[in-house]
């Protein structure tokens, strides 16, 4: 008996350090887009173990309108909507940065929610889920403010903002630095958002500043590039 007790017990010590060797990374809940958009949902996996893996990434759930389209890519290369999962290799210590799952948004208002699984490959049960939301709202279409051989970027939307703001962006030049300052009316910096190279999005969450004017400066390897102006309204 006692035997079948530690034989046990290394079973799920054996369990627990594989569900300790991935995790998910920087995980967000919630995103939106207008109509006719093309949205880019990130799915970042690390491999926290010390050896190579290759792992299974599922949509576990989630339907689209009919006129809508969901499919996986890999960077610029995409796969066919059909294909619900597909395994990947990741080296000790990777971050997988250039995956994402892409919405076609239709011409239809609507909320999706999608259910994502990520486990190792043969080993189901030790998977990791995340779910996300995602709001299709109408709103103009988004005007590019600034353009250059390394980053091209959209105007904050939507503007006025209650909760949350997003503004769109896609950098060329791996080896420069984007950021977003929030400023207020008198100039002082309130807010600090990094915009990484492997996203395409930042989030600017305004739900703690009172309503009134303010503005954001896009920064270039912390040379200011664009200012515009930001309305809070409550």
């Not at 949509?59 to 006129?67: E, M, P, R, T, V």
């Amino acid at each position: 008996m006692k035997r079948i007790v530690l034989v046990a017990l290394l079973f799920a010590v054996g369990l627990s350090a594989w569900a300790q060797e991935f995790e998910w990374s920087d995980r967000e809940e919630s995103f939106q887009a207008g109509l006719g958009q093309t949205i880019r949902i990130p799915i970042r996996i690390k491999n926290t173990s010390s050896r190579a893996r290759f792992f299974i990434i599922r949509k576990a759930q989630g339907d689209l309108g009919s006129n809508q389209k969901g499919y996986f890519c890999l960077g610029d290369d995409c796969f066919d909507p059909g294909l619900d999962q597909f395994s990947k290799r990741i080296e000790p210590g990777e971050i997988l940065t250039n995956l994402y799952f892409a919405v076609e948004t239709g011409l239809i208002t609507t909320l999706n929610s999608f259910r994502f699984e990520v486990f190792p490959r043969g080993n189901p049960a030790l998977g990791l889920e995340h779910t996300f939301s995602l709001a299709v709202d109408e709103k103009p279409a988004k005007s590019l403010v600034f353009q250059s051989k390394d980053i091209t970027i959209h105007d904050i939307y939507p503007n006025p903002v209650v909760d949350q703001a997003f503004i769109d962006y896609r950098i060329y030049n791996e080896s420069i630095k984007a950021k977003v300052v929030i400023h207020n009316i008198l100039g002082s910096p309130i807010g600090h958002h990094d915009m990484p190279v492997f996203e395409t999005k930042v989030k600017i969450q305004a739900d703690e500043l009172s309503s009134g004017v303010y503005f954001y400066t896009v920064y270039l390897d912390n040379v200011g590039v664009l200012t515009r102006k930001l309305v809070v309204r409550k």
